[in-house]
Structures are given as C-alpha cells and as structure tokens.
C-alpha cells in the first residue's frame, strides 16, 4: 500500500474519531443527568418517607397517651366501685345485724305474749297526778301490733297507698333492698 493511503486512512479514523466523541460525551452528560434525577427522587422518596415516619411516631405517642388517659379513668372508677362495694357490704351487715335484733325482739314478744294469762294485774300511770292505780286487764287474744310497722309507719303507709319499692325507697330515704327486706318481715309477722 502506498502511503497516502495510509494518510487517508488515518484521516478518516480522525473524522470517525471526532465524530464520535461527541455522541459519547452526549452520552455521558445523558447518563450523568439521568443519574442526578434519579439521586433527586431519590431523596425526595426519602424526605417523604421521613416525613411519614415522624406523622407516624407523633400518631403512636397520642395513641400512647391517650391510653394511659384511658387506663387512669377506668383505675379511678374501679377504685370508686371498690368503695362503693364496700359500703354496701358495711350496709348489708348494718341490716342482718337490724334483722337479727328485729328477730330477736319479735321472739321476745311473741314469748310474752304466750307467757300473759288472763286477769293479770297491771300498773297504769294516771298523767293527771302522777299516781299509779292498779287495774285487772283481761288478757285478749287480738293479733299483736306490729313493732315494725310501728318503726316505719311512712314506709307502709307508702306502701298500702300503692307505691313502688323505689319510690318508697326514694321517700323514705333508704335503699331498694332495705325496704325490701321490712317489708319481707312485716308479712312475716303478719303470718305469725
């Protein structure tokens, strides 16, 4: 080969060459700016994700915080409940114990009642001068007063006007099962 071609050959490399580069630096600065918005995304991903990430922690710690509001109001109203079953139960042996002397003393007059004979002799107090005269009482087999109902002569008067155990309750300024319970034994005397 005679060297011109040679020239002419180099020459077109130089030409293929130079038009080349520019299509690879083209190339370069495409990729290089493809990379820049990918690393922008990117960090808008991130920045948004942050974000959500700290709406999520304050979410938790108000979901926290109002649990342990939760959690206190109900500790309250069992400790209020506690105490309340604890009056209740203070009340239910304040009415056995009243039960049981109500029985008590039922016993007792109905023993006396028993143990009188006719033609006893008792005591009456003249109020005009103080003196006592003695009198012969026959004894009678009438049906004995009441000693409950003569204790709470309001209640049964509610009673026997029809009203309801509550509003007997709310009138007399006792509870439900109180009333219950005197009226449970006044029949019981009743019968006896």
């Known amino acids: 080969m005679q060297p011109w071609v040679y020239i002419v050959l180099v020459g077109v ?3 293929l060459y130079a038009l080349l580069l520019p299509a690879r630096v083209k ?3 495409a990729e290089q700016q493809s990379l820049k918005e990918t690393e922008a995304a990117l960090e808008l991903y991130m920045a948004d994700i942050e974000r959500e990430n700290e709406e999520l922690v304050q979410l938790v710690s108000s979901i926290k915080q109002q649990s342990q ?4 109001v109900m500790q309250g ?12 139960q203070q009340s239910s042996l304040l009415l056995e114990a009243r039960v049981t002397d109500e029985e008590k003393s039922l016993r ?21 001068d103080g003196t006592e005269k003695s009198s012969i009482q026959p004894e009678m087999k009438a049906k004995p007063i009441s000693s409950i109902k003569l ?11 029809g009203k309801s155990i509550d509003s007997i309750a709310k009138t ?8 219950q319970l005197i009226l449970q034994l006044a029949k019981q005397e009743e019968s006896v």
């Open 108 to 128: 007792e007059l109905a023993v006396s009642v028993e143990k009188g004979s006719y033609g006893k002799v008792a005591a009456i107090e003249d109020p005009s």
């Open 69 to 72: 509001t939760n959690h206190n």
């Open 151 to 161: 204790r709470y002569p309001r209640l049964f008067e509610l009673h026997e006007q």
């Open 27 to 29: 190339e370069g600065k």
């Open 172 to 179: 007399a300024g006792l509870q439900r099962g109180e009333v």
């Open 13 to 15: 490399a130089a030409i």
């Open 77 to 88: 109203q069992i400790s209020e409940l506690q105490s309340q079953l604890t009056e209740l």
